[in-house]
């Protein structure tokens, strides 16, 4: 089976522009899981989607949204982008709520 | 609330001795516990993962946990470290309080095994 794959894995945008991330689960998982990872904060959780519909939601402000497609597929956006949002993003995708396989995650750069 | 701490931002280890990555946790209820590991520039690797049963737990690559109730503990161990262990470990514990599942992870623990 593929793992989970992210697109783009490298970015870099300007402050106050919007990035879209994208995030293919592994086949057959409903459950995809957003992550940001910096130095300082560790691995942050943003936010959860299952059956297209959001389900968790981390602490982070509403600059940060996501969406999941009828084919399990999905999208993370960040408007108005912040120098503070440079990360490294991470997709995870789960069957049944158990173990989450990781993607390779998209490093994102803001000047 | 549920947690779970990595006392340790490094270990340090020669080639070829055993190797102790820590973790506690603080749940409610009983807990979902895994380990991951992160190589530079890469997401997270599944390592183990405990739900229920054996308190000892095998994994990928070598890799075992200690799943302790009464310490609320869940160390990775390893019997002979070898160099490509060098990575970044992180712990999780799987949170169900909310009615809804969400996985809290640790701070990381790096790992450096020496030649």
């Known amino acids: 089976k593929a793992g989970v794959t992210q697109t783009p894995r490298y970015l870099i945008k300007t402050r106050g522009q919007q990035v879209t991330l994208s995030c293919s689960p592994i086949s057959g998982h409903r459950s995809v899981s957003w992550y940001q990872q910096t130095p300082g904060q560790g691995l942050q959780f943003l936010f959860e989607y299952f059956s297209e519909t959001q389900r968790n939601k981390g602490n982070f402000p509403g600059r940060f949204s996501g969406r999941q497609f009828s084919n399990s597929r999905s999208e993370m956006n960040v408007s108005t982008l912040e120098l503070g949002d440079s990360a490294l993003y991470l997709c995870?995708?789960?069957?049944?709520?158990?173990?989450?396989?990781f993607g390779p995650g998209t490093r994102l750069l803001v000047l | 609330a549920q947690s779970v701490a990595q006392p340790e931002d490094q270990v340090n280890v020669a080639e070829g001795n055993p190797l102790t990555v820590k973790c506690t946790y603080s749940?409610?209820?009983?807990?979902?516990l895994f380990w991951y590991v992160q190589y530079p520039n890469r997401g997270l690797q599944f390592l183990l993962k405990y739900i229920t049963g054996d308190n000892l737990v095998k994994g990928s690559y070598g890799f075992e946990a200690e799943f302790n109730k009464s310490q609320t503990s869940f160390h990775l161990k390893k019997p002979s470290a070898l160099v490509s262990d060098s990575a970044l470990y992180f712990c999780?514990?799987?949170?169900?309080?909310?009615?809804?599942?969400?996985?809290?992870f640790g701070t990381g623990t790096r790992l450096k095994v020496l030649a």
């Open positions: 999780a514990v799987r949170d169900s309080t909310s009615g809804t599942y969400k996985y809290i």
């Open positions: 995870a995708s789960s069957f049944h709520q158990e173990t989450q396989y």
């Open positions: 749940v409610s209820g009983n807990p979902y």
